[in-house]
């Protein structure tokens, strides 16, 4: 029997992570630095990327980083064929972690629902669940030839996938929570579920379902969210590590379809 340590290596593996500037990203890729993996860092700003990778990489020989527009079709094909190239024809994670948010500043988004827009709300389907569908397609074509280690796609989701907004927070604030990210994160969820026996045995996938993030909300966002989540404050970026590693390592080997929930309780009660 492997030990803990043995079973969490990520020695010879390759990660790609989507939305790899970002804060989320960065720390996934800190995790799977740490165990031992080559990491490919794919977000669709070149300054963002080359800016990381400068501050916080520039001394290694495992991150890569790749400029991608994921509402581009011709653009994700040609990322993963550059994914192939970097690696070497190796593939062993996945990470579906780039999207539309809350706090983008898009045309139709957040503003009140008889104000949002069809065409953002495409746009958004088109970056949050369908560019994952084609990322997932095209990674899983190199991941099943794989013979060595984890194989594993982890899709990041969302407490408002599962749960309806509580509009009372976000009173005051440039925030606001979308229909179309909420219906996106949803049907990654349902994604997850459906892909795993569809790719199994060869690939594991699984869901992280977040709650929020603290960034620097507004004071009066914080005071409401905290006061309605059991442990009394937001995620940070740390809480994110070990969900990071489980998930992406042959630590969690028998677990395929699941979705983990981050979020400090919210909707559990």
């Known amino acids: 029997m492997r030990t803990i340590a043995q079973l969490q290596d990520l020695q010879e593996c390759w990660a790609l ?41 520039s001394n290694s020989t495992k991150v890569h980083t790749l400029v991608c527009d994921l509402a581009d079709k011709q653009a994700i094909i040609g990322a993963m064929e550059s994914v192939a190239t970097i690696s070497g024809g190796k593939l062993n994670i996945l990470i579906n972690n780039a999207a539309f948010v809350g706090t983008d500043q898009l045309t139709g988004w957040c503003v009140p629902f008889e104000k949002q827009s069809i065409d953002t709300f495409n746009d958004c389907l088109n970056v949050n669940l369908s560019a994952p569908f084609l990322l997932s397609q095209l990674a899983y074509e190199l ?21 309806g907004p509580q509009m009372d927070l976000y009173e005051g604030t440039d925030m606001g929570n979308p229909a179309a990210y909420a219906a996106s994160k949803a049907g990654l969820m349902q994604l997850t579920r459906w ?67 981050l979020d400090g309780g919210w909707t559990a009660v």
């Open 17 to 57: 992570i989507t939305g790899g500037s970002g804060h989320v990203g960065k720390a996934a890729a800190d995790t799977l630095l740490e165990l031992g993996a080559n990491v490919i860092l794919l977000d669709r700003s070149k300054k963002s990327l080359h800016e990381l990778h400068q501050k916080t990489y």
């Open 143 to 163: 991941m099943k030839k794989q013979h060595y280690g984890s194989r594993s796609i982890i899709n990041i989701s969302s407490i408002y996938g599962v749960v």
């Open 195 to 261: 892909m795993a026996p569809s790719v199994a045995p060869h690939v594991r996938v699984n869901n992280i379902v977040l709650g929020g993030i603290e960034r620097g909300q507004p004071e009066s966002f914080l005071e409401k969210y905290n006061a309605k989540v059991p442990l009394a404050r937001m995620a940070t970026e740390e809480d994110i590590k070990g969900a990071i590693a489980y998930l992406s390592s042959e630590l969690s080997n028998y677990v395929t379809g699941q979705s983990l929930f």
